[in-house]
């Protein structure tokens, strides 16, 4: 079965440095998607990144970027020059494409990690 | 501006009591969604719907009805049926429901409490 494991329930980093938010997931799949989500304490979940399993080089944008080992079936994030807005709880998420069966089109959550971010 | 929209933000229910959450989108998305997130825990999928008058169960549909009769809007009805409703609940919406790369976006978010 499909499964998405957080290993770090909280995190402090200072402001200014780089943190790395631990993802790994359990799929036989060969097609998937992996989306990280920040949700602030308003609740609100806000899409920060999406790397294909079939693409061949890791995603960025911005501050956030994806170190995607396939192999290893992680999908950590990165997030560089921390930021007092940083602090959040952070999901990763897993999609797969609707022809599979069970949960067609739907994203696995995983437990989240809590970042707190140090002045 | 596009996007999502969820109301109330905070919503009482009583015992026996139906309660429905709002969910509208103006971002012309075929699919939309509904959460349900418990403290510690990331999101299960209720109810999906890919487009006007279909939708489908997910793994928690239990005590829960939904209905799309407008492609702008996918109302959540918690029933008397569902015997621990209080949670935060999301919904969300994406352009289509086919392929891996749909990204999904998620409006604010209702807070539901059993009085």
New interface residues.
Partial sequence: AQK?TQTQPGMFVQEKEAVTLDCTYDTSDQ???L?W?KQPS??????LI?Q??YDEQNATEGRYSLNFQKARKSANLVISASQLGDSAMY?C?M?????YGG?????I????TKLSVKP | DGGITQSPKYLFRKEGQNVTLSCEQNLNHD?M?WYRQDP??????IY?S?IVNDF?K??IAEGYSVSREKKESFPLTVTSAQKNPTA?Y?C?SSMG?????????????T?LLVL
């Fill in positions: 998405i097609s998937y998607g989306f989500y308003s609740g609100e979940m806000i899409f999406y294909g399993s999901f998420a999609r797969f494409p609707t022809f949960s067609q089109g739907n994203l959550f995983g437990k989240g | 699919a969604y510690g825990q990331g999101l299960r999928l999906y890919q489908q997910g793994d935060f999301l969300a429901l086919a392929g891996i790369q749909e990204t999904q976006y998620f409006g604010p978010g807070r």
